[in-house]
């Protein structure tokens, strides 16, 4: 029968229901991006998936194990046989969060390395990238296995047979992969600095880019964080409260990793995003512009000192907004017009590669009225570009170029 929640277990379910559903939206929205934006999935992006798919069952197991004594202190959970289950739920958690940090370490090692020319920049990247790999690998295994049988983690509250090693060999264990993990993290931020250095960019554009590639480094900071409360794994008899906060954090040290490492992708999404809508919000301008000047000027023949509106045609001249007709000639003369008003409005859609530009041209012509032969004729014009669009996307910047290219290497001076 599961436990409720009690103790510091909300704490543990909040955040990792919370970073469930926030990787969950961040891997999703870097597969759309890559596979319909950039129209390219590489290793990196799969690596990525890879990491999600382990952290999830990671956090559904940290989220169970609350109902089963996880934040509580072990005299306080009863019946005493819930113990072995929030155990269990805690010794499932570790090997996914290793698997989902590993699977992460290396997706953002390959980004970095598909996006360097540097031989000292590879070797760098692919040296840290195995010592973490390696390290990780340790560690799983010393997990797992630290007890025989494996069950023996959580079975010793009943009374069954086996053994495990020293737990200060697990705690300093987890000390070092810590701080591997830190590490790494850093090296990864401060490396695209140096990435981008060589690159044909503005200065704000390569820090812009630098910064984006070095999210992943916000996971270090929860890590840190997790480091003095590391100790507590050694503490056996109340396990389950005193590893409350190494469980707080190491979920948000993955959550965060694959959160960062995710929008470190999403520029030419959000680019496109926030084009489209300055796209509508001009488009919207204009018509509303132009509908207010068709309300404020009202018909020529509608009496009075009426002032001549302004109508406008796609292929033929047009007075008021009516084609002209012998009628319409009839009823200006004998209204006293002596000027034709007139305008015409093209629209020019042209597309150039991925983008599609959109011109509109207004032309204004005044003419005097050619059946007065008083007046000599005299034509004056206006030219006015109202806009020009881009269709889907803004046209891109050096950085958003240095976004799209997945397998080309970045130009260097």
């Keep these: 029968m599961a436990l409720g929640v009690a103790g510091r277990g909300p704490e543990v379910l909040g955040t990792y229901a919370f970073f469930a559903a926030l990787t969950t939206v961040a891997i999703t929205l870097r597969l759309y991006t890559r596979s319909c934006i950039v129209k390219k999935l590489g290793l990196d992006d799969w690596l990525a998936l890879a990491s999600w798919i382990f952290f999830i069952p ?13 934040g509580q202190h072990s005299w306080e959970i009863l019946p005493i046989s819930e113990i072995p289950k929030g155990l269990m739920f805690w010794w499932l958690c570790e090997p996914v969060y290793v698997l989902a940090n590993m699977s992460i370490k290396a997706s ?12 000292m920049h590879h070797i760098i990247i692919w040296a840290t990238l195995l010592v973490t790999e390696l390290y990780s690998i340790y560690f799983f295994f010393l997990f797992v296995f630290q007890c025989r049988p494996s069950a023996y983690f959580w079975t010793r509250w009943t009374g069954s047979s086996g053994s495990c090693i020293d737990t200060n060999i697990v705690v300093r264990s987890t000390y070092g992969y810590s701080a591997v993990q830190c590490l790494t993290d850093w090296i990864f ?9 060589k690159l044909q960019m503005t200065k704000r554009s390569k820090v812009s880019v630098a910064l984006i590639l070095s999210m992943g480094a916000i996971a270090s900071t929860a890590t840190i964080i997790r480091i003095p409360y590391l100790h507590t794994m050694g503490d056996v008899t109340d396990f389950l409260y005193a590893t409350t906060d190494v469980a707080i954090w190491s979920g948000v040290e993955t959550g965060v990793g694959i959160t960062a490492a995710c929008l470190a992708t999403l520029r ?9 809508t300055r796209r509508t919000t001009n488009a919207l301008t204009r018509h509303t512009s132009h509908r207010n000047r068709q309300i404020s000027k009202p018909f020529p023949w509608a009496g009075g000192n009426a002032h001549q509106s302004r109508g406008y045609i796609r292929s033929h001249s047009a007075v008021g907004g009516r084609p002209f007709s012998p009628e319409h000639e009839t009823r200006m003369d004998a209204l006293g ?13 042209a597309q150039y590669g991925p983008w599609a530009v959109d011109l509109e041209q207004q032309v204004d012509e005044d003419s005097r ?8 004729s005299s034509v004056g014009s206006k ?9 889907g996307m803004m046209r891109p910047s050096r950085e958003d170029a240095f976004f799209h290219s997945h397998d080309d290497k970045p130009n260097s001076r």
Aim: positive net charge; glycine residues 6%.
């Design 58 to 70: 990671c956090c559904a197991f940290a989220i169970a194990g609350t109902h089963h004594g996880t």
């Design 337 to 349: 017009m002596r000027g034709i008003q007139k305008t015409t409005r093209v629209s020019v859609e």
């Design 108 to 119: 953002i090692a390959v980004m970095l390395l598909r996006l360097t020319v540097d031989r």
């Design 369 to 376: 009225d050619r059946h007065s032969p008083k007046t000599s």
């Design 189 to 197: 931020a401060v490396l695209p600095f140096f990435l981008v250095w």
């Design 383 to 391: 030219t006015r570009i109202h806009k020009c669009h881009l269709a």
């Design 268 to 276: 030419p999404l959000f680019r496109g995003w926030l084009a489209n």
